[in-house]
């Protein structure tokens, strides 16, 4: 990990010490007209490797065709490397494309935990994949410090994901001249996609005092920056602390800093196209209000984050939670950011099918409660 301004013109030098020499590119259109792009590659050719092509076909939520594609492409073009140029979509498609340029395959044939092959006939650590760096273009998802990507199986409208300790990037470059273009809402989605992962985190059955200190200090970090980030497009300084916040919120739990809002939102987003960021905007604060009501215990985690965060948080768990999640939706108001599930083109009559895909989504593991059935549908009915 490297943080600070001008980094993106070392990204050759930084990814020959990873053992790079032609490099794939992994971006979107978007992207690529703002300039970005150009840059990344002057940067690549400084460093004394080539830029083996460059991929842009990469939309705003990624799927297992644009996956295979891309792999294609980095075989096309001779690649031995990726550099991912963009926001999760982008960065979790040049992970799984990754796998596929190494392992063969689909998407599916390696979705799951743990499950690509391994050193000494499937034990020990998982084969290296080619040397993978990330430029992450929003503050939210971390995906270029974790070992997950998510991508989406249009046929079947859901989320898919491939998780093993190979999928870590080698690299990852955090300058917040890559932020420069960021349109303020999509600042603000992002942004809360990192503040709902230190949350998750910092509440996660997995919880430990160690990771303890990144999920708290990611929430400051979201505290003093995101509002600004948003508000003034050209506050380099809140934009950086931003990529730092969004690295390190995904670190509080070896599954990646989840829980059943992660959950709720995979299928908002598999079935109605719905933002991630903004899935988790609208989810979070009822699951806080669902979650400090699992008693005490979990209520004091959730106290904990409500004083970093600024919250007045007094009485009983329930008190607790409902004051937690009332200071989130004002953040979230002040930022602009929708509400309520309807507003993003959610409706009633698709609560089944969310609380199916819910209800089989990995991160629901790591939740403080395990929720039933109908305990998922009553959280959907409530943020319609």
Request: proline share 5%.
């Given at each position: 990990?490297?943080a600070?301004?001008g980094l993106?013109?070392?990204?050759?030098?930084e990814?020959?010490?990873e053992?790079?020499?032609r490099?794939?590119?992994?971006?979107?259109?978007?992207?690529?007209?703002?300039?970005l792009v150009d840059r990344v590659e002057?940067?690549?050719?400084d460093?004394?490797?080539?830029?083996?092509?460059?991929?842009?076909?990469?939309?705003?939520?990624?799927?297992?065709?644009?996956?295979?594609g891309?792999?294609r492409?980095?075989?096309?073009a001779?690649?031995d490397?990726?550099?991912?140029?963009?926001?999760?979509?982008v960065m979790?498609?040049a992970k799984?494309?990754?796998?596929?340029?190494?392992h063969?395959?689909t998407?599916?044939?390696?979705e799951?935990f743990l499950g690509?092959?391994?050193?000494?006939?499937?034990?020990?650590r998982p084969?290296?994949l080619?040397p993978l760096?990330a430029?992450?273009?929003?503050?939210g998802t971390g995906?270029?410090a974790s070992?997950?990507?998510?991508?989406?199986d249009?046929?079947e409208?859901?989320?898919?994901?491939?998780a093993d300790?190979?999928?870590?990037?080698?690299?990852a470059i955090?300058?917040?001249?890559?932020?420069?273009?960021?349109?303020a809402?999509?600042?603000a989605a992002?942004?809360?996609?990192?503040?709902?992962?230190?949350i998750e985190?910092?509440?996660?059955?997995?919880w430990?005092?160690?990771?303890?200190?990144?999920?708290?200090?990611?929430?400051?970090?979201?505290?003093d920056?995101?509002?600004?980030a948003?508000e003034?497009?050209?506050?380099?300084?809140?934009?950086?602390?931003?990529?730092?916040a969004?690295n390190?919120?995904i670190a509080?739990?070896?599954?990646?800093a989840?829980?059943?809002t992660?959950?709720?939102s995979?299928?908002?987003g598999?079935?109605?196209?719905?933002?991630?960021?903004?899935?988790n905007?609208?989810?979070?604060p009822w699951v806080?209000?669902?979650?400090?009501?699992g008693?005490?215990?979990?209520?004091?985690?959730y106290r904990s984050?409500?004083e970093?965060?600024g919250a007045?948080?007094?009485?009983?768990?329930?008190?607790?939670?409902?004051a937690?999640?009332?200071?989130?939706r004002?953040?979230?108001?002040?930022?602009?950011?929708p509400?309520?599930?309807p507003?993003v083109?959610v409706?009633?009559?698709g609560?089944?099918?969310l609380?199916?895909?819910?209800?089989?989504d990995?991160?629901?593991?790591v939740?403080?409660?395990?929720?039933s059935?109908?305990?998922?549908?009553?959280?959907y009915?409530?943020?319609?």
């Amino acid at each position: 990990m490297i943080a600070g301004n001008g980094l993106i013109d070392s990204a050759g030098f930084e990814l020959t010490k990873e053992g790079a020499a032609r490099v794939l590119v992994v971006t979107d259109e978007v992207i690529r007209q703002t300039g970005l792009v150009d840059r990344v590659e002057a940067g690549i050719s400084d460093g004394g490797l080539e830029v083996a092509g460059v991929f842009d076909e990469v939309p705003q939520d990624s799927d297992t065709e644009v996956v295979a594609g891309c792999s294609r492409a980095a075989r096309d073009a001779g690649a031995d490397s990726f550099l991912a140029v963009g926001g999760g979509s982008v960065m979790d498609t040049a992970k799984a494309a990754n796998v596929l340029f190494t392992h063969g395959g689909t998407v599916r044939e390696w979705e799951g935990f743990l499950g690509l092959p391994r050193e000494n006939e499937g034990m020990g650590r998982p084969l290296p994949l080619a040397p993978l760096g990330a430029i992450p273009t929003t503050a939210g998802t971390g995906s270029e410090a974790s070992f997950a990507a998510v991508v989406k199986d249009r046929a079947e409208s859901i989320k898919v994901e491939v998780a093993d300790l190979s999928l870590f990037p080698a690299l990852a470059i955090l300058d917040p001249a890559a932020t420069e273009t960021l349109p303020a809402p999509i600042a603000a989605a992002t942004g809360m996609d990192a503040l709902t992962h230190a949350i998750e985190g910092y509440v996660s059955s997995e919880w430990n005092q160690h990771t303890d200190a990144f999920a708290l200090h990611a929430i400051r970090l979201i505290r003093d920056n995101l509002p600004r980030a948003v508000e003034d497009p050209s506050d380099a300084e809140a934009r950086g602390n931003m990529l730092i916040a969004a690295n390190i919120a995904i670190a509080p739990t070896g599954s990646g800093a989840i829980g059943i809002t992660h959950s709720m939102s995979h299928p908002c987003g598999g079935h109605y196209e719905v933002a991630h960021g903004v899935a988790n905007t609208i989810n979070l604060p009822w699951v806080i209000e669902y979650n400090a009501n699992g008693g005490e215990d979990i209520a004091d985690r959730y106290r904990s984050i409500a004083e970093v965060m600024g919250a007045e948080v007094r009485g009983d768990a329930a008190q607790t939670g409902m004051a937690l999640a009332d200071h989130v939706r004002e953040l979230t108001a002040r930022l602009g950011l929708p509400q309520r599930l309807p507003e993003v083109g959610v409706p009633e009559a698709g609560i089944p099918a969310l609380v199916e895909g819910a209800m089989g989504d990995g991160c629901t593991l790591v939740n403080p409660r395990e929720p039933s059935e109908e305990d998922f549908a009553e959280l959907y009915r409530r943020a319609l």
